[in-house]
């Protein structure tokens, strides 16, 4: 028995809103919802006797995977013997939160469905971090685990753990397979249900005794998802009614979130950004969607966003978002975020809209077509000469953005700038690369010092916050663009979490590069210590700098890699065309960096974006007349 999905939820909580809100059409959303699933365009496969395993394995060869990233265990073990033999690449990982981010980092590059494999128990548990990670940043994954066999469900066998039961709360959806004959269905189900409407993860958990059952395979299987039906085209009148409030409002911009580009939407994004003249703010989680050279970028809203940005949103009268949920790090204090703007929310799910900000205009569906059909409105609009001046908005926040561009001040004591080490890197390596970072100060600069100007080149755990993503899902994204260079940017306190996943890497031959930007402390930590707490740094220091304890270069020898180190300004550049010539192995580099650096701007968790600070003690003067 299956329970209800997320979206057949959300959609009843949307008929009960639209019960008061007559913008909302839900039977003409209804029926331009997507109609019965389809399975992936196969060969159909004639029926043959194998047992569960098989059919596992041959379900996953007749969806199309390549490589699945897992670690073998008694009770999955059955699985792995026709795998043995299969057309499917399987990466043995050193940790099962390994393959979980693999997979995780495989599907964001590609676009594709990226796909683990743990035992029972504790394997399965290793998977729970990473499934929670992708189901915060909307990552189509497929987790498949092992169970104790069925007669022993529910007595504490050996290994047994409901991983059913646990990752209830964070998965899209999840299966306990019951017979071997459901085996096709269920794998065709779980990747239909990852990748379409919001992506997210299923798990399929399958007892011991269900793969070694003998049972006959075939392809295509028949789909059976009664109420899953993703609106993707958005309603004509909430549309018009949104292209009407773009062609009036005096401030408006665009608040782009990764849903653009989860849904290929970026061409649009552009093309409806470049014809209205309104500013683009890109989340942390879309950086990418919208060039960062682009003149009508503002740059990064939240926490650590820049001033322009910040201000964009808090003062405008028009919010229009795309793809993204309000979360807490870009409206700050949610009571005093954008008080006087109107909202035009479209997200692909109907549960996002309203949940943290009042809504407007809600407009459900997918954000390719949403833009598309937005461009059609704006541009009727425009034709009958409606439209407004943005020139004093954008005397305004060119004005902003001249006065407060990101930056960042050379260390005093003449330790080596992170910042520096990142705006560098960025530039040797290229708008081609991709860039997957860690969780701190290191992913902040960079996301703030690296340019991004094409979508999917930069990965990072975003709604989690998850330490220890970086290296393996760098990993991930090598192995779905083994042609396209891959730089991990990580901090000394992740990399020491999951970096035994570089092991995988050289016995693989997975040539990703690691930037260690090394300060000696868990940094984010250590700076909200100095603001927060009166320099009082309690256990922050990680002793990597004092007792060079791990030594990261020789480590990184010590699995496989080619290990470097860089501990001044002019050894940077060299130092990274050095890892940039190596392409038949790892390459760690170890940047000892100053550990006094601090990220700004700043929004302080819990205050309103109107007390952005531009640097430790400055505030960014801005004349509440003029806006």
Known sequence: MTRPTPETLAHTARRARA??????DVDSAAARSAATPAVP??????????????????????????????????????????????????ILVRHEQGAGHAATGYAQATGKVGVCIATSGPGATNLVTPIADA???????????GQVARPSIGTDAFQEADIQGITLPITKHNFLVQTAEEIPRVLAEAFHLASSGRPGPVLVDIPKDVLQAPTTFAWPPTLDLPGYRPTLHPHGKQIREAARLMAGARRPVLYVGGGVLKAGATDGLRRLAELTGIPVVTTLMALGAFPDSHRQHL???????????VYGLQKSDLIVALGARFDDRVTGKLDSFAPDATVVHADIDPAEIGKNRHVDVPIVGDAKHVIDELIAAVTVERSAGRTTDLGDWWT???????????????????????????????EIAGPDTIFVAGVGQHQMWASQFISYEKPHTWLNSGGLGTMGYAV???????????????????????????????????????????????????GMVRQWQTLFYNERYSNTELGTHKHRIPDFVKLAEALGCVGL???????????????????????????????????????????????????????????????
């Open 19 to 24: 019960a008061a809100d007559p913008t909302v």
């Open 41 to 90: 365009a196969v060969r159909p496969s004639a029926p043959a006797q194998v047992s569960g395993a098989g059919s596992l394995v041959r379900s996953l060869e007749a969806l199309g995977v390549d490589v699945v990233f897992g670690i073998p265990g008694g009770a999955i073990l059955p699985a792995y013997d026709p795998l043995y033999d299969s057309t499917v690449r399987h």
């Open 135 to 145: 189901y915060m940043d909307s990552v189509a994954m497929v987790a498949i685990t």
């Open 299 to 309: 740059g990064m809203p939240g926490m650590h966003g820049t001033v322009a940005a």
């Open 396 to 426: 305004q926040l060119d004005d902003l953005r001249d006065r407060y561009p990101l930056g960042y001040d050379e260390p005093s004591d003449g330790t080596l700038s992170p910042q520096y080490v990142i705006e560098r890197l960025g």
């Open 472 to 522: 393996p899902a760098a990993m991930g994204a090598k192995v779905g663009k083994p042609d396209t260079v891959v730089w991990a940017v990580d901090g000394d306190g992740c990399f020491q979490m999951t970096n035994q996943e570089l092991a995988t890497c050289a016995l693989e031959g997975i040539p990703v590069k690691i930037a260690v930007i090394n300060n000696g402390n868990l």
């Open 565 to 627: 180190r860089c501990e001044n300004a002019a050894d940077v550049d060299k130092t990274i065309a050095a890892a940039m010539e190596i392409n038949d192995a790892p390459v760690v580099i170890d940047f000892v960096v100053g550990k006094d650096a601090m990220v700004w701007p700043m929004v302080a968790a819990g205050t309103s974006n109107d007390e952005i600070m531009f640097a430790r003690g400055v505030r960014p003067v801005f004349d509440e007349d003029d806006i």
